[in-house]
């Protein structure tokens, strides 16, 4: 009899949320990423929680050369659907990982974080620590978080706590002098319910470059 492992419960709980669904987010890439990352030279980048891959699929489409990690292997296997779809499936490659536990090896000219914000365990402070290391000298950590619930949610699902523009810069711990702060910034978009109700949601933008490179 083998001894296979249990899987954790993060894993259990997104690979949930993207089987029993059809599709789970929009197929488009995060505004935020093409508002931030449009005007970079495209090299090597790395998706954190990349989900169904649009925004990989997007990178890859302006000449990146992308990894994209998710915990659950179902979105991995419809991104990499996508990505081929687009025709960049070769410029793309997927990792699993339960990202805290694991971590992709490497470092990378641009590491993009989108909304890598969870119901359930998710050590996101050593997370971004660790995105901050695999950033090559004279790369990009893009970090885009949720900065509270639509203004038309009044009972919010779950209990969560949000992160604010200082204390996710704080908690990063950055070497002193070897980053600059390109952008900190909170965007509001509009968001309506599922109802039909007009709101809006803001998130929390960082763009950091790290020092070196040419
Ligand atoms: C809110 S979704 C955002 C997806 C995508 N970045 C986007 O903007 O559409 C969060 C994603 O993070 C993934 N995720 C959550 N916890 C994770 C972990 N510990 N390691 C890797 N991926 C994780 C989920 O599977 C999900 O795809």
Redesign the pocket.
């Known amino acids: 009899m083998t001894d296979t492992p249990a899987p954790a419960p993060?894993a259990e709980f997104?690979e949930a949320?993207?089987r029993d669904a059809g599709r789970v987010?929009s197929g488009r890439p995060?505004e935020l990423l093409v508002q931030e990352a449009g005007d970079l030279a495209p090299g090597t980048a790395l998706?954190?929680?990349?989900?169904?891959g649009?925004?990989a699929v997007w990178l890859a489409s302006r000449g990146w050369r992308v990894t994209g990690?998710?915990?659950?292997a179902t979105?991995l296997e419809r991104a990499a659907g996508h990505a081929a779809e687009a025709g960049v499936g070769d410029r793309v490659v997927w990792e699993r990982?339960?990202?805290?536990p694991s971590f992709p090896a490497g470092s990378f000219d641009l590491v993009s974080a989108?909304?890598?914000?969870?119901p359930v365990a998710?050590d996101q402070q050593a997370?971004l620590r660790a995105a901050a290391r695999a950033v090559a000298p004279g790369g990009t950590l893009l970090v885009v978080l949720h900065a509270g619930w639509p203004s038309w949610q009044t009972e919010p699902p779950f209990d969560a706590v949000f992160p604010t523009l200082d204390g996710v810069l704080a908690e990063l711990a950055l070497p002193e002098g070897e980053w600059s702060v390109e952008t900190r910034r909170t965007a509001r978009r509009p968001s309506v319910s599922p109802d039909g109700v007009e709101g809006f949601r803001e998130d929390h933008v960082w763009r950091l470059r790290r020092a070196g490179g040419c």
């Open positions: 993060a997104w949320r993207y987010w995060n998706d954190l929680g990349c989900g169904e649009a925004d990690v998710d915990i659950s979105a990982h339960e990202l805290g989108h909304y890598l914000q969870s998710l997370v």
